[in-house]
């Protein structure tokens, strides 16, 4: 019987080989994509990572942001268990092709310590593990070092009607939805420091013409202050910790 993470390697392996959009790769909407990079800009802009931080990408897809960590001065690397993922982000990567990895979030090939940053988009949503992953995770970041990692959120409306009718229907589970507190509690548990959470506005896959307007400073504001809407509005969360 195919387990719920190899149903997502192939879907992954599919991804790769038939599409040829970064934001298709990695089974994003264009919209959902071109909004996480602005997130991540706007992250990187605030002093997410100290200049020059040696960076790991986990799950790295295209490689879009491997090439905009790049651009930024940070020697990156991005690992993916996808050969026809890899193979796209290489193509893309005209600059520095050969800082590209196979592997998984289980066993990370890099020695502990070796990297002062780590980033983790779309990849918890498709594993069984999220604490070895962690584990794994914590082990490869250098004291000092900086973390992201992405969640969907469980919470959303769309998301509870869409698992309640796939519940209802006998369908299998499609993604892994993970409470950002989790992912929190376990890092505060191993000493991690400052950590917090940014909750992503992304527009449906039906209206990417949202996206502008999420992206409007009012409406972040407006989600911010109000407790009930900060959690059930994101599509997804990015926790953010920094390694003591």
């Known amino acids: 019987m195919t387990t719920f993470e190899q149903r997502w390697r192939e879907r992954f392996e599919r991804y790769g080989t038939r599409h040829g959009d970064e934001h298709s790769v990695s089974g994003w909407s264009a919209s959902g994509l071109k909004r996480r990079v602005a997130v991540f800009q706007e992250l990187l802009d605030g002093g997410l990572f100290a200049p020059a931080a040696r ?4 799950g790295c897809g295209a490689g879009t942001y491997v090439r905009l960590l790049g651009k930024r001065g940070h020697p990156t690397v991005g690992l993916d268990y996808s050969l026809p993922s890899l193979a796209r982000a ?12 196979a592997g998984d979030a289980y066993g990370l090939p890099f020695r502990d310590a070796s990297f002062d940053g780590l980033v983790c988009i779309g990849v ?18 250098a004291p000092g070092g900086r973390l992201l990692v992405e969640t969907l959120n469980p919470w959303s409306p769309p998301t509870v009607i869409r698992r309640t009718r796939r519940r209802l229907a006998g369908e299998p589970r499609h993604l892994r939805y993970g409470s950002p507190g989790g ?8 000493g991690f420091e400052r950590v917090r959470r940014v909750g992503l ?22 989600v911010a202050f109000l407790p009930g809407l900060r959690s059930l509005l994101p599509h997804a969360f990015w926790v953010l910790g920094e390694k003591p």
């Open 55 to 58: 960076v790991l990408e986990l």
């Open 90 to 101: 290489v193509a893309a990567d005209a600059i520095a092709p050969g800082r590209y990895l």
């Open 124 to 141: 918890f949503q498709a594993i069984e593990r999220p604490d070895d992953a962690l584990r794994e995770i914590t082990r490869v970041l």
């Open 183 to 190: 992912i929190e509690r376990r890092l505060a548990a191993t």
């Open 201 to 222: 506005l992304l527009p449906p896959r039906s209206l990417p013409g949202l996206g502008d307007t999420l992206a409007r400073p009012w409406v972040g504001h407006a």
